[in-house]
């Protein structure tokens, strides 16, 4: 193995943005610091799609914009790794919040998104930090496989819990859908998921029309999430502590990681997929190959069919070894023209200081978005019935690819 694909360190880094002190931190500390200074980037030193600058991303004037509440919500923010995602909503700018604490489990990493957030508490761990009696709210942005627990843990401490994608992970999936589900039903806490399809410009569109009836039911729905990684991503391996390439995306099934694509029928219409067959192809790329990846994965892109709630069809697609293929994108067609002109489809103004930023615009409406689902005490865009149904959907597809196309029942998880 490579030593970038090792440290999911861009190797200009190490020649560039680095130093002698540098080098004395260890690499889980450098991973902050040099990454501070630019956008997250991949083993190659690309920058991570989703991350470049957007011309959809709605600009930081307030203008517009109405406050709903006086009051700050305080919240804590845990995980700053490869992606840098605590750090990319926003919160410290929202006049209606008070960043109280950080926590990453690494040091470094921990003060580099104490600086980001311009907080100076911080935690050694999101569970230590879950125990502070002044947060009121979280904001889970660790590794995959840990999302469920921790937002469990968060809920059960009496605290709103926002979570980064996928809400629950691979061969857990199913029990932690439970157990979240519990959870929120038992504390009357709101659980949310950033899911940064939701807030993409069309996706918004088109659940504003299909709310006011434009669409009627959607008779088909696609969504596709498309990633070519010929080199597996960095990512947190709990073996080492480090961002290293044997992390939890190495040989990622693609069905493991859906809700960028089956957001484009569930966060649309608030309806559900129910059954599934999904098909996969093995992959050329190594560490899709099923002897190099801890999941015995060997599908680069898997393709599901869907039934929907409405009695409707629903192809969603997820791909990270097809060259040409890129993007988070999806589209819909119901029973009617889809043109409403009373519907205003255009997404509103942020408050002051919070621009929409990565992912087509949408973390600064995600995060307002559960800020003011808190303060007016109302759903979150994506609730935990949207997340476990974007989030199940695709581990069963994975399964039903693994028994070559089977159909197969998702289970269904509501509030
Ligand atoms: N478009 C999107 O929605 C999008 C894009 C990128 C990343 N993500 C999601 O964001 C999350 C973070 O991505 P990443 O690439 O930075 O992940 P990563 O694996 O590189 O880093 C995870 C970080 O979490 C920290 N961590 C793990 N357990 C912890 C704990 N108990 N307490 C405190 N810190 C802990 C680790 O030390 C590490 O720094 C992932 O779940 C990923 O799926 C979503």
Redesign the pocket.
Known sequence: MKKEEQT?IPRRMFLHGIGTAGVVMGV?GL?SRACAADV?RDSGGKV?P??EKSGKTAPADGKGWRSVSNRKVRVGI?????????AQFFFDKHPNVEVVAV????PG??AGLAKACQCDKT?????E?IKDDKIEAVFI????P??AR?AVEALKHGKHAA????AVFGPNAEKDAEMLLKAVKTSGRKYML????AFHSDCYALRQQYQAGALGKLIYSEGEYYHYKDRT????N?KT?K?DGN???RGLPPMW?P??STAYYVSISGGRLTEVSCLGMPSIVDHLKPANNSYQNPFGTEVALFKTSEGGMSRMAVGWDMPIAHG?KGRVYGQKLGYEPKVNRTRPPLPPGVSGG??GG?HGYLMNDFIESILLDRKPVVDVGDALNMTIAGVVAHRSALNGGKWMKVPQYEL
């Open positions: 999911g889980a991973t997250p991570i989703g991350f845990a995980g700053y790794g490869l992606c840098r995602f605590g926590t990453d489990l690494d990493r921990c935690y050694p761990s999101c569970e930090m942005a660790t590794d995959a840990s999302h921790l979570s980064a994608v996928p950033f899911e940064t399809s991503l960095g990512s947190y709990p502590g961002i992390g939890w995306r990681y809700t960028h988070e990565g992912h949408s």
